[in-house]
């Protein structure tokens, strides 16, 4: 086997690795980030729908999009009683095109995700430190 293989292989194997059980909520036995990923696609197509940058170049204004970070943040007891059972604050950059400077300039958003039950809402939210997601 080639050194490159060998690298392929143990690459594939440690993503693997990582499908586990982490993530999973006690006793539910469910993944409490289940539905996510489609959540935050969702976003995404909600950004390149609305904003005019993106509108911009027969709609082909936005490029690079990059979920820049995700942090769990405390629910709180209101938050409780109405069924939140994980909130979840993501921030998300893409490059946009100015039409002024006739060039792609750095953009981002920031979201708060709850789920209750199998649904999850989103919430704009203030800016949030891009490596951490911790508020700024």
């Not at 946009?96 to 709850?114: I, L, P, V």
Request: aromatic residues 8%; proline residues 1%.
């Amino acid at each position: 086997m080639s050194r490159f293989s060998t690298v392929i292989v143990a690459a594939g194997l440690l993503a693997l690795g990582g499908c586990g059980e982490a993530g999973k909520s006690a006793g539910a036995g469910q993944d409490k980030y289940a539905g996510l990923d489609v959540a935050i696609r969702g976003w995404h197509d909600s950004i390149v729908a609305s904003d005019a940058e993106c509108k911009a170049k027969d709609g082909k204004g936005c490029q690079a999009f990059e979920v820049a970070c995700k942090g769990e943040r405390e629910i709180a007891p209101a938050e409780q009683a109405k069924g939140v059972t994980t909130k979840i604050v993501v921030a998300m950059s893409w490059e946009g095109w100015d039409e002024a400077r006739a060039e792609y300039r750095a953009q981002s958003g920031f979201a708060e995700f709850n789920k209750v039950g199998d649904a999850w809402t989103r919430t704009k939210v203030g800016p949030v430190n891009l490596a951490s997601c911790a508020e700024v």
